[in-house]
């Protein structure tokens, strides 16, 4: 089955009722190698029916809470798999509503092993997905493997091209404006645009390159744009940060001439600061490394970890 037909075949199922033969009913215990898989909610699939893997299309049940051997329910969503073979389908009982978050949520107890990402019958549900690019060279090889994985889970997204938009670094003169707007609560002036933006998405990617141990400095530009105490950001009245932010999980892109091994500082920090200062739980790396060590085939390292991580290869 091509990638394409993989992607008509599940949205054909989208708002039609199917009959789900239940294998693995709520509580349900799947020994893995590494790990017990436990079941919170009933999962199946369709008789008869060949998903991409080749097996028979497996589909999520929600809202039933109680074990189930045959259930007939409407397709309400698709968990597209970038770094799969195949997509999952999400039903529930007729009538019963489910937003794209709560159905994120109900199957993480899987889908936190894969690349994946929800699409409702309103498509990706208004999703707004930022893609923020830190990527230096024209022909970047990290912008490649970014927009490779973007293509395969997304279908469009808001692109910010740092190299274009240039933030400029807060000099003492924009800190003391922006902080004299900010505590009169005008956040009317471009400054905040950034930031607003990024509150505002509700996936994030990051595309920078692996440059001194780090990621380039237009990054951290950009990062002290969006930083605004009130709009991605608040103290709690400990002094703790609160995070501001609607996204709940972010991608961090990079290519590294070498390899990184225990240096991703960049890494490291985007994925602290997203978590304790804006609330972004998650932030995932995707890297492709050696990609200039002499004997190496840079192309090919680049197609295998674009081939690893997305359903196209
Ligand atoms: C300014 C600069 C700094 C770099 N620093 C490092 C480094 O510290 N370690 C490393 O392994 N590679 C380093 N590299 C190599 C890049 O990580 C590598 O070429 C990467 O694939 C570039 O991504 P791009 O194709 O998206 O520009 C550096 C490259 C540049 C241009």
Redesign the pocket.
């Known amino acids: 089955m091509t990638f394409e037909e993989r992607k008509t075949q599940v949205r054909s199922y989208l708002g039609k009722t199917v009959r789900i033969a239940v294998d693995r009913p709520v509580g349900y215990v799947h020994h893995k190698e590494k790990y017990d898989l436990i079941y919170p909610i009933n999962y199946g699939c369709i008789p008869g029916v060949l998903g991409g893997d080749g097996e028979e299309l497996d589909v999520y049940l929600l809202g039933v809470d109680k074990p189930c051997e045959e259930y007939a329910a409407r397709v309400i969503g698709i968990i597209h798999r970038a770094n799969d073979v195949e997509d999952k389908l999400v039903a529930a009982p007729e009538g019963m509503r489910f937003t794209r978050g709560e159905i994120a949520e109900a199957v993480n107890f899987q889908e936190r092993y894969y690349i994946s990402a929800v699409e409702t019958e309103d498509g990706f549900g208004g999703e707004k997905v930022l893609f923020i690019d830190a990527?230096?060279?024209r022909?970047?090889?990290?912008?490649?493997?970014a927009n490779a994985l973007l293509d395969s889970l997304f279908r469009d997204a808001e692109r910010v091209r740092l190299y274009d938009i240039l933030p400029r670094c807060l000099d003492g003169e924009t800190v003391e404006k922006r902080s004299a707007l900010n505590e009169k609560g005008d956040r009317s002036d471009a400054m905040f645009g950034l930031a607003k933006q990024f509150a505002d998405a509700e996936e994030i990617m990051i595309?920078?390159?692996?440059?001194?141990?780090?990621f380039?400095a237009v990054l951290k530009c950009y990062i002290e744009n969006v930083c605004v105490n009130g709009m991605t950001f608040r103290y709690a009245e400990n002094g703790v940060p609160q995070g501001l932010c609607r996204a709940k999980r972010a991608w961090y892109v990079?290519?590294?001439?070498?390899?990184?091994g225990e240096?991703l500082f960049g890494y490291g920090y985007i994925k602290t600061l997203f978590r304790d200062m804006f609330g972004i739980p998650e932030t995932r790396l995707i890297i492709?490394?050696?990609?200039?060590i002499a004997g190496n085939d840079?192309e090919k390292i680049l197609l295998e970890a674009i081939e690893k991580h997305t359903a196209r290869g």
């Open positions: 990527c230096a060279r022909d970047s090889r990290t912008r490649r493997l595309a920078a390159p692996y440059w001194d141990l780090s380039p990079a290519t590294a001439g070498g390899y990184a240096n492709a490394e050696g990609l200039d840079a």
